[in-house]
């Protein structure tokens, strides 16, 4: 059974943020806990601590610190969709967020994708309009078993260098 849903969680960034990291749509789970990657299976905390040798944070407020204090600005391509549970390949009638306040607010040099469902829905629907190429990084989520922990975290590395 699919629903049509409206994004929950509003964008993290401030004039400081230097990357964008972008997702699809939040899970079940980050959509009843109302901030992004709230599945404790989701590895997303667990590679940005490591990435920045910090403390893995666990509330929102943590979260957010986390990624300000990094200069990450984080969100998802999707503002509102289909989608059955939790599953990205379910997502279809897409609505995408309007991203370009991030865009404006901060120098942002580089956008990322988190899996490859983000990065095609970034080609699909927010490339054309913003003109900015996004690289492709690992999914984090559970779903992804193919990349272990350690192999997110070393590829996931890249995003120190802005």
């Not at 991030?102 to 956008?111: C, G, P, R, Y």
Request: charged share 20%.
């Amino acid at each position: 059974m699919s629903n049509r849903l409206v994004h929950p969680v509003s964008p993290v960034y401030n004039s400081e943020s230097k990357i964008l990291i972008l997702g699809t749509f939040p899970s079940v789970k980050s959509r009843e806990g109302e901030f992004f990657y709230h599945h404790p299976q989701n590895r997303f905390w667990k590679v940005i601590s490591a990435v920045y040798n910090e403390k893995l944070p666990e509330s929102i407020d943590e979260k957010k610190s986390l990624l300000l204090r990094n200069h990450i600005a984080l969100w998802d391509v999707v503002q509102s969709c289909e989608i059955e549970g939790s599953a990205d390949s379910t997502i279809k009638n897409v609505v995408p967020n309007n991203i370009s306040p991030i865009l404006k607010a901060a120098d942002i040099q580089k956008i990322y994708a988190n899996g490859n469902m983000a990065y095609f829905l970034y080609k699909k629907y927010l490339y054309d309009l913003v003109g900015r190429d996004i690289i492709k990084l690992p999914s984090t989520s559970p779903a992804n078993a193919s990349f272990s922990l350690d192999r997110l975290i070393e590829i996931w590395s890249c995003i120190r260098d802005y």
